[in-house]
């Protein structure tokens, strides 16, 4: 895997893909693309994004990621990035202007040879340096700057927000047809009160990190593997998966990630259980009782071995 590093551990001279890149959807991959290719000897070609989310910093808004670093690793050794640096973003450094920026950050810790943004990418103080700004300023120090326009796709532009729209609405394929990949997150097992052992369906409760974005609360099919990132891992296995709160089992419950595998039961606890949502089947629901929520839940496993192309079981 890639390695991740700070701008102080970066190999340069650098080819430089500069902006957030949540998602890494076709968009993305069109600016990634202009600095992977035709590049001189020792230059490394590579993705620089801040952490956290200037947005954070600056007005306390919370941005949970398409992608958390990691995960974007594996990502980005496929498109021929070496290495993912994160730029850790301060209020002293959302202070430079674009002019500092370029000098301080881009030349003077990356030795940067080639940057390319999207042509809507902002910096500087108060974002008042824009693409066209990176470009003259980039050509004072020999910093070849490409721009690339951005991606439409029908009326809207390719974009983070527009998947994240689709995941909140739970329209799973919207989001894949956007990412041209499937949508996944991982997390640890962590023990639970064996609610869904004790209605005959084992469940996996899974510990996700905080920082990553969750499609719409409800009841999915999915795929499960089981293995930590870099790791070799054992699946795809067919699963459902309940995203929310339990209204019948415990109203007052915070919102968990349970995984039921279909047809098999195994320790899971500690290890690393990734999870890629196929379909919503349902809504979250209160059921009159636990009878009326077992039924509920055999027709749920039901549709997703249905929808994971599974043999129904008898």
Known sequence: ????????????PTAIALGSFDGLHQGHRRVISAVTGDLAEGVTPTVVSFWPHPREVLHGDTRL???LPEEKLELLEPLGIRQLVLVPFSRDLAALSPQA??????????QARRVAVGDNFRFG???SGDAEALRRIGAGFGVA???????????????????RRALAAGDINEARRLLERPYRFSGTVVQGRALGRQLGWPTANLQVDGRKFLPLEGVYAAWAWVGALGEQPEGPLPAVMNLGPQPTVDPNAPSAVEVHLL???????GRTLT???IVLLRRQQRFDGLDQLRAQISRDAEQARR???VQLAG
């Open 307 to 309: 929808c994971c192309g």
């Open 1 to 12: 895997m890639i390695p991740l590093r700070s701008p102080h551990d970066a190999l340069r």
């Open 125 to 127: 103080a108060g974002r």
């Open 145 to 163: 700057v490409e721009v690339l326009p951005m991606l439409w796709d029908g009326p809207e532009r390719v974009s983070s927000s527009r998947i």
């Open 65 to 67: 990621r398409l992608d």
């Open 263 to 269: 047809d098999t039961e195994r320790e899971l606890v």
């Open 101 to 110: 920026f370029v000098e301080q950050v881009l030349v003077g810790q990356l």
């Open 275 to 277: 999870v890629e949502p």
